[in-house]
Antibody
Framework: QVQLQESGPGLVKPSQTLSLTCSVS??????????WSWIRQHPGKGLEWIGN???????YYNPSLKSRVTMSVDTSKNHFSLRLSSVTAADTAVYYC??????????????WGQGSLVIVSS | DIEMTQSPSSLSASVGDRVTITCRAS??????LGWYQQKPGKAPKRLIY???SLQSGVPSRFSGSGSGTEFTLTISSLQPEDFATYYCLQHNSYPITFGQGTRLEIK
């Protein structure tokens, strides 16, 4: 059973780049079964999808963040990553990684990582 | 973008009550919809996928129905551990979008 775990700095300065990694265990990131996803949740607010990446490198980004987002996959390390550039306080949120199953059926996100709180502050 | 309108935004109910939460999609999404439960400080937990399929390990008091634009999550008999926030999401087309959430509180 696939499990996900986020890691990265909990504090980022304004205008800098937020970088997070999601380690995948219990399965291969190259299986082709899942899209690998990032989702965030502002404090006390709802959920916002950031983007998906397939092991081949195909990406889909939320248009609201597209100009600042880069997602990548490292198949040798079985992990995928998020970079969000030019951050402001509005990017303070809990960032979740999750998987979106596409084979044999298309299924909503499951599992999720535990979440990583990132605070943008000087 | 497909807008997911979830109602109600909050709900007070008692243990043993039957509760229904609705999500309406701004355009047809077939059955590409999931329902999630989130408790404070925790990641969302999937309850339902493909609009009506019960996630393994989730109690059978939870059920989902609908297709196209109208979807419902029903909890047949509320238990104390069910008081939480519930979200729907559509993954039919990009960008993937969530409902705004329903906070289920104890009456």
């Amino acid at each position: 059973q696939v499990q996900l775990q986020e890691s990265g700095p909990g504090l980022v300065k304004p205008s800098q780049t937020l970088s997070l990694t999601c380690s995948v265990s219990g399965g291969s990131i190259s299986s082709g079964v899942y899209y690998w996803s990032w989702i965030r949740q502002h404090p006390g607010k709802g959920l916002e999808w950031i983007g998906n990446i397939f092991y081949s490198g195909i990406t889909y980004y939320n248009p609201s963040l597209k100009s600042r987002v880069t997602m990548s996959v490292d198949t040798s390390k079985n992990h995928f990553s998020l970079r969000l550039s030019s951050v402001t306080a509005a990017d303070t949120a809990v960032y979740y990684c999750a998987s979106l199953k596409v084979i044999p059926l298309y299924e909503a996100f499951d599992p999720w990582g535990q979440g990583s709180l990132v605070i943008v502050s000087s | 973008d497909i807008e997911m309108t979830q109602s109600p935004s909050s709900l007070s109910a008692s243990v043993g009550d039957r509760v229904t939460i609705t999500c309406r999609a701004s355009q047809g999404i077939r059955n590409d919809l999931g329902w999630y439960q989130q408790k404070p400080g925790k990641a969302p937990k999937r309850l339902i996928y493909a609009a009506s399929s019960l996630q393994s390990g989730v109690p059978s008091r939870f059920s989902g129905s609908g297709s196209g634009t109208e979807f419902t999550l029903t909890i047949s008999s509320l238990q104390p551990e069910d008081f939480a926030t519930y979200y729907c999401l559509q993954h039919n087309s990009y960008p993937i979008t969530f409902g705004q959430g329903t906070r289920l509180e104890i009456k």
